[in-house]
């Protein structure tokens, strides 16, 4: 009998196989998983506090306070609002796709990076901009047009990306049927967007149910407006908890509604080879008139508006308005804020996005779905139920750094998990395999080897949340300590004066922060789509 003392035979494919998807045997594997176990219950407590506020505050309470006519007007205001800006969304993503990816419309890939540019923009700037210079625009209108003009990048991203991917031979087909343009479009090219149009739907509707700022500037009631002058005026009553349970069932049954909106069918192209190159269409000069006059109305509301109002307001206030003794210690907290949030964020959703690509199964993708769910809850429901949850069980920390930090990690860490995710699949198994073989533990080749490789998906990961934080209002303002003011808290506390020149250095350098991340993410987009 041979003896193997350099473990060679273990060593053979079939065994390194074996050994990553028995992983779990070990304590390393046992260690990251039990990591991915927190983090999910963690995730978990929002819920929690929705369930258990229920349960505590009673039946007959629930009643008194949920079927009133005050939750009947804020449920008819946020369905009117959701009801009528998600389709002009969609309409004008899709239109601005189709004419940059599909015409030879003149400086299209100008008017491409400007319908990504308003991502840089926070929504309550746009709402800022728009009160400024129509100090009357309130109610359902002034909501759906800075919606619209805020939220409508986030569809047409993923639209214009999916019209980049499509292959024109379905089209040939269609048309060699006798179809006529307008036919092939709707019939031929517009199911394929159904999951890009579905969604940015979600996601636009998602913002829509959570936004505070936006709403509280042009006085449009909603229920995140609602919950958060309830809980101003009485301090975790019980109104502003049903309130926010009503919200989380709303974010719930959006949810609920998009992935049953789905279906069945295909979306990818099979068979040998590449997709031909996309048809451009070719406009004659009064179409071409006519459809210039679409981006160039978006790019002037959507960025012209905010834009020119800073511009006047920093003019108007001179060199007074810029006090660094105030902007410097803000953006100083909004960097330290922004940097630590995404690295912790990043660094707890290593271990799930590990599990995810190296041992799927179904717990697995439970405990993944849990931070999805939550982090599609208003970011004042989470604000309120860690209020909640810190005064009544964990007083040291109840308004201070960690708190907030947490409701972070809480809100936007899917952002970092989706990158992380992709960036590990890329990392071959068979190195972090072979590293183990080597005597490396099992921690230490995930840190050395797949960490390593992932590294840009990391990254892609932190950035983002990096940039969720630096724009977050609602969560900061209920829970941040005494004395702290980030970028985002500072502008609203000029606002709130209604000092607008003086909110106006807060606004712009939060557009520059953010602009840098908007053209990344516009690149990445081509990049993905095979540009």
Same mark, same amino acid.
């Given at each position: 009998?041979?003896?193997? /003392?350099?473990?060679?035979?273990?060593?053979?494919?079939?065994?390194?196989?074996?050994?990553?998807?028995?992983?779990?045997?070990?304590?390393?594997?046992?260690?990251?998983?039990?990591?991915?176990?927190?983090?999910?219950?963690?995730?978990?407590?929002?819920?929690?506090?929705?369930?258990?506020?229920?349960?505590?505050?009673?039946?007959?309470?629930?009643?008194?306070?949920?079927?009133?006519?005050?939750?009947?007007?804020?449920?008819?205001?946020?369905?009117?609002?959701?009801?009528?800006?998600?389709?002009?969304?969609?309409?004008?993503?899709?239109?601005?796709?189709?004419?940059?990816?599909?015409?030879?419309?003149?400086?299209?890939?100008?008017?491409?990076?400007?319908?990504?540019?308003?991502?840089?923009?926070?929504?309550?700037?746009?709402?800022?901009?728009?009160?400024?210079?129509?100090?009357?625009?309130?109610?359902?209108?002034?909501?759906?047009?800075?919606?619209?003009? *805020?939220?409508?990048?986030?569809?047409?991203?993923?639209?214009?990306?999916?019209?980049?991917?499509?292959?024109?031979?379905?089209?040939?087909?269609?048309?060699?049927?006798?179809?006529?343009?307008?036919?092939?479009?709707?019939?031929?090219?517009?199911?394929?967007?159904?999951?890009?149009?579905?969604?940015?739907?979600?996601?636009?509707?998602?913002?829509?149910?959570?936004?505070?700022?936006?709403?509280?500037?042009?006085?449009?009631?909603?229920?995140?407006?609602?919950?958060?002058?309830?809980?101003?005026?009485?301090?975790?009553?019980?109104?502003?908890?049903?309130? *926010?349970?009503?919200?989380?069932?709303?974010?719930?049954?959006?949810?609920?509604?998009?992935?049953?909106?789905?279906?069945?069918?295909?979306?990818?192209?099979?068979?040998?080879?590449?997709?031909?190159?996309?048809?451009?269409?070719?406009?004659?000069?009064?179409?071409?008139?006519?459809?210039?006059?679409?981006?160039?109305?978006?790019?002037?509301?959507?960025?012209?508006? /905010?834009?020119?109002?800073?511009?006047?307001?920093?003019?108007?206030?001179?060199?007074?308005?810029?006090?660094?003794?105030?902007?410097?210690?803000?953006?100083?907290?909004?960097?330290?804020?922004?940097?630590?949030?995404?690295?912790?964020?990043?660094?707890?959703?290593?271990?799930?996005?590990?599990?995810?690509?190296?041992? /799927?199964?179904?717990?697995?993708?439970?405990?993944?779905?849990?931070?999805?769910?939550?982090?599609?809850?208003?970011?004042?429901?989470?604000?309120?139920?860690?209020?909640?949850?810190?005064?009544?069980?964990?007083?040291?920390?109840?308004?201070?750094?960690?708190?907030?930090?947490?409701?972070?990690?809480?809100?936007?860490?899917?952002?970092?998990?989706?990158?992380?995710?992709?960036?590990?699949?890329?990392?071959?198994?068979?190195?972090?395999?072979?590293?183990?073989?080597?005597?490396?533990?099992?921690?230490?080749?995930?840190?050395?080897?797949?960490?390593?490789?992932?590294?840009?998906?990391?990254?892609?990961?932190?950035?983002?949340?990096?940039?969720?934080?630096?724009?977050?209002?609602?969560?900061?303002?209920?829970?941040?300590?005494?004395?702290?003011?980030?970028?985002?808290?500072?502008?609203?506390?000029?606002?709130?004066?209604?000092?607008?020149? *003086?909110?106006?250095?807060?606004?712009?350098?939060?557009?520059?922060?953010?602009?840098?991340?908007?053209?990344?993410?516009?690149?990445?987009?081509?990049?993905?789509?095979?540009?």
């Amino acid at each position: 009998m041979v003896s193997d /003392p350099a473990g060679v035979a273990s060593a053979t494919p079939a065994n390194l196989r074996r050994r990553s998807r028995g992983s779990f045997g070990n304590r390393s594997g046992t260690w990251v998983a039990g990591l991915s176990i927190l983090v999910s219950l963690l995730a978990l407590l929002p819920i929690a506090f929705v369930l258990g506020v229920s349960l505590q505050t009673g039946w007959a309470t629930i009643v008194a306070l949920v079927f009133r006519p005050r939750v009947a007007e804020l449920l008819i205001n946020t369905v009117l609002l959701v009801v009528i800006t998600i389709p002009l969304c969609v309409a004008l993503g899709v239109a601005l796709a189709w004419l940059t990816e599909r015409t030879d419309l003149p400086g299209r890939r100008l008017w491409s990076l400007l319908a990504t540019a308003p991502l840089a923009v926070p929504a309550f700037v746009h709402s800022y901009a728009w009160v400024s210079l129509v100090p009357p625009i309130h109610g359902l209108f002034a909501g759906v047009l800075v919606s619209v003009i *805020a939220y409508f990048p986030f569809l047409y991203l993923p639209i214009a990306a999916t019209l980049r991917r499509l292959d024109p031979a379905i089209e040939d087909v269609a048309e060699s049927l006798g179809l006529k343009p307008w036919a092939v479009f709707f019939r031929v090219v517009l199911p394929q967007l159904r999951l890009a149009i579905g969604g940015g739907a979600l996601l636009v509707g998602l913002h829509l149910l959570a936004e505070y700022g936006l709403y509280a500037m042009i006085r449009f009631d909603t229920f995140t407006t609602a919950i958060f002058d309830q809980f101003k005026s009485t301090f975790n009553g019980p109104a502003a908890n049903m309130l *926010a349970g009503v919200l989380a069932l709303c974010c719930l049954a959006m949810l609920t509604a998009e992935s049953a909106s789905r279906g069945q069918a295909r979306y990818a192209r099979v068979g040998s080879g590449s997709a031909r190159l996309q048809r451009i269409l070719r406009l004659d000069r009064k179409t071409t008139a006519l459809a210039l006059t679409l981006p160039i109305v978006s790019s002037v509301l959507a960025l012209g508006v /905010p834009l020119i109002t800073l511009g006047k307001w920093l003019i108007a206030g001179g060199a007074e308005v810029w006090k660094l003794g105030d902007l410097l210690p803000a953006l100083e907290q909004t960097l330290l804020l922004g940097v630590a949030g995404a690295i912790i964020t990043t660094c707890a959703a290593i271990p799930i996005a590990w599990l995810s690509i190296r041992s /799927p199964g179904r717990l697995h993708r439970v405990l993944e779905s849990c931070n999805y769910i939550t982090s599609s809850l208003p970011g004042i429901v989470v604000a309120l139920a860690l209020v909640t949850i810190t005064i009544n069980f964990a007083r040291p920390i109840y308004q201070t750094t960690i708190t907030v930090l947490l409701a972070y990690v809480l809100m936007f860490l899917p952002r970092a998990l989706v990158s992380l995710r992709a960036g590990i699949a890329q990392a071959p198994v068979e190195l972090e395999n072979m590293a183990r073989s080597l005597g490396r533990s099992p921690s230490q080749a995930l840190w050395l080897i797949t960490l390593r490789l992932a590294a840009p998906g990391a990254a892609a990961g932190a950035a983002l949340v990096f940039l969720a934080i630096t724009n977050e209002l609602t969560a900061t303002l209920l829970l941040a300590p005494n004395g702290t003011r980030t970028l985002a808290t500072g502008f609203w506390a000029m606002t709130s004066e209604i000092d607008y020149a *003086a909110a106006a250095p807060y606004a712009l350098i939060m557009i520059l922060l953010s602009l840098p991340l908007t053209g990344l993410l516009y690149h990445q987009s081509k990049r993905t789509a095979g540009r």
